[in-house]
């Protein structure tokens, strides 16, 4: 069962920063964030993920609170080609319970 | 390095026909999930092949089964169709046991039972 929790929808204006919420309250120690968006009938797209400390890739920085739970994607310069739903999965890296439970995301369309 | 790769792209079936679908895993990995996808909802884990072995299964009932190949790619089949196993069905592939945990995904099978 998914354990998180995001807005359902959100809009960002080209060119700006989106910032996408995810609420995960019982997430437990060992347990790590994945962020996945998923364009329009295309297979999900691996974005980034975390355990404690913040990240940053090419394609966003992921911002995790000190108690782990809640956490922030950021698209730095968002484009429309980003517009897509977002999911924000917490799982284990434990061989034999590592399958990810998606929820029903955020659906994130960047304005021009 | 190729990524991983799902055929067909599209299938259409009629109710109580069988279906499989075809996956290969990204170049390094060894381990294969499948998830449906149902119109307007997120993916849901069917089941996933290590070692040529289910390892994991989610909620699906037994009509569903899978198999994995000793070049770790995989097959999903599903017999006696029903027009509610109308899906995007998804691929990912991953090697937890090599510490490569991320699970990267297929374009997906659209499937259609009429």
């Known amino acids: 069962d998914a354990k998180t929790t995001q807005p359902p929808s959100m809009d960002c204006a080209e060119g700006r920063a989106a910032n996408l919420p995810c609420n995960h309250s019982t997430i437990s120690g060992n347990e790590y964030v994945y962020w996945y968006r998923q364009i329009h009938s295309q297979g999900p797209q691996y974005i980034i993920h975390?355990?404690?400390n913040n990240e940053t890739n090419e394609m966003a920085s992921l911002i995790i609170t000190e108690d782990r739970k809640s956490s922030t994607l950021i698209l730095p310069h968002a484009t429309l080609r980003d517009t897509a739903v977002y999911y924000c999965?917490?799982?284990?890296?434990?061989?034999?319970?590592?399958?990810?439970?998606f929820g029903t995301g955020t659906r994130l369309t960047v304005i021009p | 390095d190729a990524g991983v790769t799902q055929s067909p792209t599209h299938l259409i079936k009629t109710r109580g026909q069988q279906v499989t679908l075809r996956c290969s895993p990204k170049?390094?990995?060894?381990?294969v999930s499948w998830y449906q996808q149902a119109l307007g909802q997120g993916p849901q884990f069917i089941f996933q092949?290590?070692?040529?072995?289910?390892?994991q299964r989610g909620n699906f009932p037994d009509r569903f089964s899978g198999h994995q190949f000793p070049n770790y790619s995989s097959e999903l089949n599903v017999n006696a169709l029903l027009l509610g196993d109308s899906a995007l069905y998804l691929c990912a592939s991953s090697s937890p046991g090599q510490g490569q945990d991320t699970q990267y995904f297929g374009p997906g099978t659209r499937l259609t039972v009429l």
């Open positions: 999965i917490v799982r284990l890296h434990t061989t034999g319970a590592n399958n990810l439970f």
């Open positions: 092949y290590y070692e040529e072995e289910e390892r």
């Open positions: 170049s390094g990995h060894d381990t």
């Open positions: 975390g355990l404690k």
